[in-house]
Nanobody
Framework: QVQLVESGGGLGQAGGSLRLSCAAS????????MGWYRQAPGKQRDLVAA???????NYADSVKGRFTISRDNAKNTAYLQMNSLKPEDTAVYYC??????????????????WGQGTQVTVSS
């Protein structure tokens, strides 16, 4: 019923910038919190940044002051602006969204969805 599609990953240089996008589509009624997580090889998936429908944000300590999360509610899209990149930012980045959507029977449902992930590689 709902899909999240990430884009914008790739290769960046230390000190450089990349911008990720996450677009949600489907029978969406509303989206509460949207977030970005990342998972490096051999490590667990950790929260990077999250933003509520009221634009309250929180960040992992490791990215505070460097990354900025934002969203465009009209487009059901979240963004992650990543500045001052470091090699340790290398990971697969996943978008997550808490979505209320319309079911085929006229009712609404709530679920969390994940994107397919986008690779970010930062060279030193």
């Amino acid at each position: 019923q709902v899909q999240l599609v990430e884009s914008g990953g790739g290769l960046g240089q230390a000190g450089g910038s990349l911008r990720l996008s996450c677009a949600a589509s489907g029978n969406i009624f509303s989206i509460n919190t949207m977030g970005w997580y990342r998972q490096a090889p051999g490590k667990q998936r950790d929260l990077v940044a999250a933003i509520t429908s009221g634009d309250s944000t929180n960040y992992a300590d490791s990215v505070k002051g460097r990354f900025t999360i934002s969203r465009d509610n009209a487009k059901n899209t979240a963004y992650l602006q990543m500045n001052s990149l470091k090699p340790e930012d290398t990971a697969v980045y996943y978008c997550n969204a808490e979505v209320t959507y319309y079911g085929g029977n006229g009712r609404s449902y709530y679920s969390r969805y994940w994107g397919q992930g986008t690779q970010v590689t930062v060279s030193s």
